[in-house]
């Protein structure tokens, strides 16, 4: 992807040559700066709608991880009691 560098950054060759290791990391900090900018001027705040539905897929998330790690402890609570001796 081409991408028009700022009259700054022209000024100095070595900042705008991705051969040069200085220049890479210009370069790879600036495009990445480009496309987050970029991203961040596309997003839009959910609505009522879209964030009950978020709302709940997280909390079905969260119930079903719960659900699970209460299910191994109480499967091996006693599997450990067996194995240590139960003193």
Known sequence: MA???PARLSAMPFLTDKNNP???VVQGAY????DSRRLV???TKPD?????KIAVACAV????MGFIGYTVKLVFIP???IIV???
């Open 61 to 64: 998330g969260f119930a079903i």
């Open 48 to 52: 009522a709608k879209e964030f009950k």
């Open 79 to 81: 599997i450990n009691n």
């Open 41 to 43: 001027q596309r997003c």
């Open 22 to 24: 200085v220049g890479y």
């Open 31 to 34: 495009e990445f700066a480009q």
């Open 85 to 87: 001796g139960g003193s």
């Open 3 to 5: 991408t028009k560098t």
